[in-house]
């Protein structure tokens, strides 16, 4: 039984077009046909992340056009810090997504999470990293819960995170009252988001982030050409170190200018909160993409009832919600830190359809079985972004709904078509 299993997570899962052509490789392909081969593949609908990085491009122009601030360091760097909870929500949702299931709780979870934390700091007087694992222990046992509930009773998704939507707001209610908020002063906490990395510790980061990227793509390139197995040209293998190391270098030097407006103080180096993000995504990308677990995701959420066969599809349900709440804890946090408090409407609001946005326009599929933690990530910065850009154009609260509305309609109509064109074309 798992050959089969390993063939629908690898159709589910691996099957994704990326910008790096991984999945349109062979042994003897050249640089020129594996470009034509990832188009064909990206024709027959198999688009991944492309629209929203192509939609990301569109929006820097078009806002650096618009407004000389936009692309400043200082705008960056705040563009930064304020993805950053919408980043972590939506990599925690992409793991329940991926089984067709949605938590509408997720925001307010968070919310529930952050309020434990700020009240065991301010009336307990807790040290930051017990009052940060009380918050993230918080959600993970609200994920308990709902999972339970989701995989045990097969109440649909939909209907019990609905009620613990409307239950947990209760809960933020009760502890801290109508009205009601409390401060984050602890330093590490609040310097989470307001304080940065001393530049060459940035800069170290930056450095070990290439050369680990450079050495993990060479490594798997020699062992599969030894093997004999497919493998990327090395044309292709160049090409995604030099994307990442483009990416990688520009972010570290912009963040590294100093971006104060005062030329009597520094303000430079890159926030805290980005380094957290990059870990959160490499951790999550292995938890996909190379342990069983992430495949038994990907094969119950391709096909749960033939799934059931060598998989405890039902420990995988409950599990996932732990993930998406625990991760919804941490966004809470996060949220906290950049505000400066908790308020009995932290989490709620818009904070969760941002973040199930985020990951739809990513490239994540709200049918199952297709996705990636880096979904999440590109359309949390592509969702920042509209509403970073339209803050410094001076627009109205409703043209941000109304375009970032618009995106993600587009977002899930393209997933919908390219469905139904992998469909068509065999791809499932």
Known sequence: ?????STVGSRSGGSLAEADFAGDTSSDQTFGEAVRAYLRRVRGGDMGSLPAILGLVVLFVVFGLANDRFL?????????????????LAMGLVFVLLLGDIDLSAGVAGGVAACAMGLTVVNLDWPWWAAVATGIACGALIGLAIGVLRAKLGIPSFVVTLAFFLGLQGVTLKLIGEGGSVRVDDPVIRGLTISNLPVPAGW?????????????????????????????????????????????????FVLSVNRSVNPNVDISGIPYVLPLILVLLIAMTVVLRRTAYGRHIYAVG?????ARAGISVDRIRISVFVVCSSLAALSGIIAASYAGKVSASSGAGNVLLYAVGAAVIGGTSLFGGKGRALDAVIGGVVVATIANGLGLLNQSSYINFLVTGGVLLLAASVDAISRRRRSSAGLG
């Open 1 to 5: 039984m798992a050959p089969e299993i």
């Open 204 to 252: 170290s980061i930056a450095l070990a982030v290439v050369f680990g990227f450079a050495g993990l793509e060479v490594y798997q390139h020699r062992r599969k050409k030894a093997l004999q197995l497919s493998h990327a040209p090395v044309g292709v293998v160049i090409a995604r170190v030099c994307a990442v190391t483009a990416v990688v270098v520009g972010v570290t």
């Open 72 to 88: 400043s360091a200082l705008n960056l760097a705040n563009l930064v810090t304020q993805a950053g909870s919408i980043c972590v």
């Open 302 to 306: 391709g096909n749960a009832e033939a």
